[in-house]
């Protein structure tokens, strides 16, 4: 047995597949593209009466009146609807056709197959055209592999660019969305002859359940043609939509034009021409230029997978609305494969590889912001802005539909943005581009019906990444530069010298209007008018400073507010992590007596409930932060029952732990307790992620933690053999809110290594990176804790 195609699949996967016209012009274009078509390709819609005028005319058939009366009035009436654009032969053919019938009922009839038969759409290209053979052999195959053969060789070779655009061998079948009758003239440049192949689609329709091969379908011969010419021609009518001059401007306008990368002004562009009724259909088919350098903001980068298998991300941010200084970010493998979604995901580093190189470009408009730009009025600012915003993905500078479509959020920006304050980081504010190719990215593939990527592990990792990059990186910088901005912008204003200067002014004005008055012989009531105008003048400048002051009384209150607000931040961040390991530690209790790993266990829960409460008691109005008090402590013991308290999650991640506390005895520091344990939690949970991380791409690693301590003066030395932090990231990993985990991790939003550090400088000591190229080249796989030794120092 076998499977047998019906004749209904045909149209399943031609007209039933193809979700739009646009969609099937589109593969039409490529299909010339592919060709290799010296002059391009021209669509001509050439139509000589509208579909409404149509219907309306034979609609008057079931009006009231005789058989010839009613004849009459449908012939009239058709004849009335001619476009006055519409092309000649059609326009006298089709006049002649509706003349001729002499009875209703063959009027009716001969007008339905006329304005069938003259209403067409011609798609013309001048590339390497098909012969006779290739006819039968290749166009009639449905899902030939013909030019997929030929991109897997390419893949094979090393080739740097792409044979071919579609591989499938079904987008030639899109042609029968646009139109139920086909008919195909092409030759290639060593035929003598025009090939023919006539198809009417109406017919797979009959023969339904019947075999596809029940249609009989026979390209054949036609007449001569000239001699080293090559071409493809084809001639649809019995078209499906109603074609006008505003229809087809609105498919040049919202698609055709997207569908070549409309980023790139360099370079010839492959010629398209859509015609209607013989008249050119002109679109700008590039985003400006100037619009782009006038954006607000701008974010770039590109993603790159070396032979060796190295892998980084780059990105370079600036902004043009808030003077941020432009920002330069690199990531490696380490760092993407959580940020892609991957471990979150249970996939594996090699999924990240498959992504391939890409690259993009996203332009931000705070359309509350928009002015006018060099050649172009706000309102004309405006109208770009709309006709070009989303992003979209181009493969091999051509676009893979429906990504960047009005609606379309393959992203997940919007549903992000209608969540959160702040910068709204939506499809309606990026005008973007993410650039992929056939041979550089060839996991990423389309699916048969045109409707985006089809969905695996590379597809949702691409998306995973871009969208972190965005919502997390782009987005923070955007709000650090604007914070920057308003920050610089604050002008300071001297109410004290601004009245002193009033009250000099008010002096010159009195002892001008003494010597007016010496000399004055008019009204002195008018003098006395001026006097009083400038003391209502002062009255205003006093009760304008007053209500300065006020307001400079009020921002300093709201400053205090925000203080507060970070440290609920801070609070949120501890609260957060105790509650976790507190839930850890409970399951890692054994049922029965408390044995010693169980006492210390919850010796280091209570010193975090201790740091928590004290934290909770700086929140209350009007009090003095409470200071965690300091006395002299023996770190070797602090170190030792944290670690211990650690003993079962060190198992279950099969971390091993190296320290010299049970041999260097006795190390004094002047410290408070509960922020140590605070330090070193945060140092481990942090180890342990990374160090999971890196196990992901090394199976066989054997992930451990070294803990030393060291005395004159008292340090803790803490390392572990994972990833380490680049160089480059030597300063910002302290920073509040910095932290390359995604967003399903961050818990804690990078608060960590930022408090830490606070927690050690409130000890009067310090935290810094060591360590640097001891394990990994390039990066940092330690921590040091220094702290005081007694009181006086």
């Known amino acids: 047995m076998a499977f047998h195609i019906s004749a209904r699949t045909i149209l399943q996967l031609g007209a039933e597949l193809i979700s739009s016209d646009a969609v099937a012009l589109y593969e039409l274009i490529k299909n010339s593209v592919d060709a290799k078509s010296k002059k391009g390709v021209s669509i001509e819609f050439d139509i000589v009466?509208?579909?409404?005028?149509?219907?309306?005319?034979?609609?008057?058939?079931?009006?009231?009146?005789?058989?010839?009366?009613?004849?009459?009035?449908?012939?009239?009436?058709?004849?009335?609807?001619?476009?006055?654009?519409?092309?000649?032969?059609?326009?006298?053919?089709?006049?002649?056709?509706?003349?001729?019938?002499?009875?209703?009922?063959?009027?009716?009839?001969?007008?339905?197959?006329?304005?069938?038969?003259?209403?067409?759409?011609?798609?013309?290209?001048?590339?390497?055209?098909?012969?006779?053979?290739?006819?039968?052999?290749?166009?009639?195959?449905?899902?030939?592999?013909?030019?997929?053969?030929?991109?897997?060789?390419?893949?094979?070779?090393?080739?740097?660019?792409?044979?071919?655009?579609?591989?499938?061998?079904?987008?030639?079948?899109?042609?029968?969305?646009?139109?139920?009758?086909?008919?195909?003239?092409?030759?290639?440049?060593?035929?003598?002859?025009?090939?023919?192949?006539?198809?009417?689609?109406?017919?797979?329709?009959?023969?339904?359940?019947?075999?596809?091969?029940?249609?009989?379908?026979e390209p054949k011969k036609g007449g001569p043609k000239g001699s080293d010419e090559s071409f493809t021609r084809l001639f649809i009518s019995d078209l499906r939509s109603t074609w006008t001059a505003e229809a087809v401007e609105a498919v040049m306008a919202k698609q055709v034009v997207r569908m070549m990368d409309p980023f790139s002004w360099t370079g010839r562009r492959f010629p398209v021409r859509f015609l209607f009724n013989g008249e050119p259909v002109a679109k700008e088919?590039?985003?400006?230029?100037?619009?782009?350098?006038?954006?607000?903001?701008?974010?770039?980068?590109?993603?790159?997978?070396?032979?060796?298998?190295?892998?980084?991300?780059?990105?370079e941010m600036e902004s043009l609305l808030y003077d941020g200084p432009k920002q330069i970010l690199k990531f490696d493998k380490t760092d993407l494969y959580p940020m892609a979604g991957l471990k979150d995901a249970g996939q594996p580093f090699s999924v990240l590889s498959s992504i391939g190189d890409f690259s993009f470009e996203f332009y931000w408009f705070n359309r509350q912001r928009i002015k006018a730009i060099p050649g172009f009025d706000r309102a004309e600012v405006l109208s770009l802005v709309n006709a070009w915003t989303g992003i979209l993905l181009f493969r091999d500078g051509y676009r893979v539909i429906p990504y960047?479509?009005?609606?379309?959020?393959?992203?997940?920006?919007?549903?992000?943005?209608?969540?959160?304050?702040?910068?709204?980081?939506?499809?309606?504010?990026?005008?973007?581009?993410?650039?992929?190719?056939?041979?550089?990215?060839?996991?990423?593939?389309?699916?048969?019906?045109?409707?985006?990527?089809?969905?695996?592990?590379?597809?949702?990792?691409?998306?995973?990444l871009l969208n972190h990059l965005i919502q997390k990186w782009w987005r923070g910088y955007l709000t650090e530069a604007t914070r920057a901005k308003k920050s610089g912008d604050k002008a300071s204003y001297d109410s004290q010298g601004e009245a002193g200067d009033v009250k000099a002014l008010q002096k010159r004005a009195e002892t001008s209007l003494k010597s007016i008055g010496?000399?004055?012989?008019?009204?002195?009531?008018?003098?006395?008018?001026?006097?009083?105008?400038?003391?209502?003048?002062?009255?205003?400048?006093?009760?304008?400073?007053?209500?300065?002051e006020e307001i400079e009384d009020q921002k300093e209150r709201l400053t205090q507010l925000a203080g507060i607000g970070l440290m609920t931040e801070v609070v949120a961040h501890e609260l957060t992590r105790a509650t976790e390991d507190t839930l850890k530690t409970i399951k890692a209790v054994p049922a029965g007596s408390l044995d010693a790993g169980t006492a210390s266990a919850l010796k280091t829960l209570s010193k975090q409930v201790g740091v928590i409460k004290k934290r909770l008691r700086a929140l209350e109005p009007l009090s003095i932060p409470s200071k965690q008090r300091r006395s002299v402590q023996d770190i070797s013991r602090i170190v030792s029952y944290v670690l211990e308290g650690h003993a079962s999650q060190f198992e279950r991640h099969g971390v091993s732990v190296v320290t010299n506390c049970d041999d260097v005895g006795t190390v004094n520091a002047f410290v408070a307790e509960g922020n140590i344990v605070q330090i070193l939690e945060n140092l481990i949970n942090n180890s342990i992620y990374w160090l999971d991380v890196w196990r992901e791409e090394w199976p066989n690693h054997i992930s451990g933690i070294t803990v030393e301590l060291l005395s004159n003066p008292p340090r803790i030395a803490f390392s572990d053999n994972g990833p380490g932090i680049p160089v480059e990231r030597e300063r910002i990993v302290f920073e509040p809110f910095f932290s390359t985990k995604p967003d399903?991790?961050?818990?804690?939003?990078?608060?960590?290594?930022?408090?830490?550090?606070?927690?050690?400088?409130?000890?009067?000591g310090s935290l810094r990176l060591s360590g640097e190229g001891e394990v990994r080249p390039g990066r940092f796989n330690g921590f040091e804790l220094e702290l005081k030794e007694g009181a006086g120092q």
């Not at 012969?131 to 013909?146: Q, V």
């Not at 088919?285 to 590109?302: F, I, P, Y």
């Not at 190719?437 to 995973?464: F, H, V």
């Not at 818990?747 to 000890?763: D, F, N, P, V, W």
């Open 518 to 548: 010496k000399g004055y012989t008019g009204d002195a009531s008018h003098l006395q008018e001026v006097q009083d105008a400038f003391l209502e003048i002062k009255d205003a400048h006093r009760r304008a400073i007053q209500h300065i």
């Open 285 to 315: 088919r590039s985003v400006s230029a100037e619009l782009l350098k006038n954006a607000h903001a701008k974010c770039s980068g590109m993603f790159k997978v070396t032979e060796e298998g190295a892998i980084s991300l780059t990105i």
């Open 49 to 217: 009466i509208k579909d409404s005028d149509y219907r309306s005319a034979i609609e008057l058939a079931d009006r009231d009146g005789t058989p010839a009366q009613r004849r009459d009035a449908v012939r009239s009436a058709l004849l009335a609807s001619i476009l006055g654009t519409a092309p000649d032969p059609q326009a006298s053919q089709f006049r002649q056709a509706i003349e001729a019938p002499t009875t209703l009922a063959k009027l009716l009839d001969v007008a339905e197959q006329a304005y069938r038969q003259f209403n067409t759409i011609t798609v013309r290209d001048w590339g390497h055209g098909m012969s006779l053979a290739d006819l039968k052999t290749i166009y009639l195959t449905i899902g030939t592999t013909s030019r997929a053969a030929e991109v897997r060789k390419a893949l094979k070779g090393g080739a740097t660019s792409t044979p071919y655009l579609g591989e499938k061998g079904v987008g030639r079948l899109s042609v029968m969305r646009l139109g139920h009758r086909l008919r195909v003239e092409t030759a290639t440049a060593s035929d003598d002859a025009v090939n023919v192949l006539d198809i009417d689609w109406r017919k797979f329709e009959e023969a339904d359940d019947l075999p596809a091969t029940s249609v009989i379908v």
């Open 744 to 764: 399903s991790d961050l818990r804690r939003k990078g608060l960590g290594l930022y408090i830490a550090r606070q927690s050690a400088e409130m000890q009067g």
């Open 404 to 464: 960047g479509d009005e609606g379309d959020d393959w992203l997940g920006l919007d549903r992000v943005a209608l969540s959160s304050s702040g910068y709204k980081l939506n499809t309606k504010q990026i005008i973007g581009r993410v650039r992929i190719g056939r041979l550089s990215n060839p996991k990423l593939l389309d699916q048969t019906n045109r409707q985006g990527l089809i969905e695996n592990p590379t597809k949702l990792a691409l998306t995973a």
